[in-house]
């Protein structure tokens, strides 16, 4: 199946510090979001992107879709204790009209204060 | 805010009972969706539904899953004959027409199968 490379896969950073992380595949996507995770509960939507270079903030998250549209980074600037958590990437494949998703496997971001 | 609420949120069982997994979506929302997660893994696609209507299932999805709206609130996920390997979260999203691939989730379903 189609399928999401999602890096790094954890972080340890110091509080303050600014995190990336990316999603890329060899497909093509039509649509990028990005989801946080906390232990126990659903996906929380951060941002939706749907045009390739488009650059979006929420906050301190700032999120691109790549001109080639088969990748997307996902920036935190900043970072404060309550960022920890999983991040996921998901797209939507190019000419894909269910609403399927498709997830990366998850970067687990820790804080030390 | 409005949001995708699911119960129960932890349902153990035994291996080749059925369960039923209830979901209320956000109330404008026409698409649902259920998901899972299995223990560490990433969120994996299990169908999509739409005016009445399957639009996308995964391999996943086999004949022992079905999915319902029997009312004009209620989605559900049933599985008839439960196996060990269907132990995971199970996540309900809904979306907006429109904005279709904005999904919001639910808090998820914790299914353990003994």
């Known amino acids: 199946g189609q399928q999401l490379n999602q890096s790094p896969q954890s972080m340890f950073i110091q509080e303050g510090e600014d995190v990336s992380m990316n999603c890329t595949s060899s497909?093509?996507?039509?649509?990028w979001l990005w989801y946080k995770q906390d232990p126990g509960e659903g996906p929380v939507l951060l941002i939706a992107?749907?045009?390739?270079?488009e650059l979006t903030s929420n906050g301190r998250l700032t999120a691109q879709f790549g001109i080639t549209r088969k990748d997307s980074f996902l920036n935190i600037s900043a970072s404060i204790p309550s960022d920890v958590g999983i991040y996921f990437c998901?797209?939507?494949?190019?000419?894909?009209?269910?609403?399927?998703?498709?997830f990366g496997q998850g970067t687990t971001l820790q804080v030390k204060p | 805010e409005p949001e995708v609420t699911q119960t129960p949120s932890h349902q153990v069982t035994q291996m080749g009972q059925e369960v039923i997994l209830r979901c209320v979506p956000i109330?404008?929302?026409?698409?649902f969706y259920w998901y899972r997660q299995i223990l560490g893994q990433k969120v994996e696609f299990l169908v999509s539904?739409?005016?009445?209507?399957?639009?996308?299932k995964s391999e996943i999805f086999d004949d022992q899953f079905s999915v319902e709206r029997p009312d004009g609130s209620n989605f559900t996920l049933k599985i008839r004959s439960t196996k060990l390997e269907d132990s995971a979260m199970y996540f309900c999203?809904?979306?907006?027409?429109?904005?279709?691939?904005?999904?919001?989730f639910g808090p998820g379903t914790r299914l353990t199968v003994l």
């Open positions: 999203a809904s979306s907006e027409m429109g904005r279709r691939n904005e999904q919001f």
């Open positions: 497909s093509i996507f039509n649509t």
């Open positions: 992107l749907y045009k390739a270079g």
């Open positions: 998901a797209g939507q494949l190019e000419y894909d009209g269910t609403g399927k998703l498709i």
């Open positions: 109330s404008n929302h026409l698409y």
């Open positions: 539904f739409y005016n009445n209507e399957i639009s996308e």
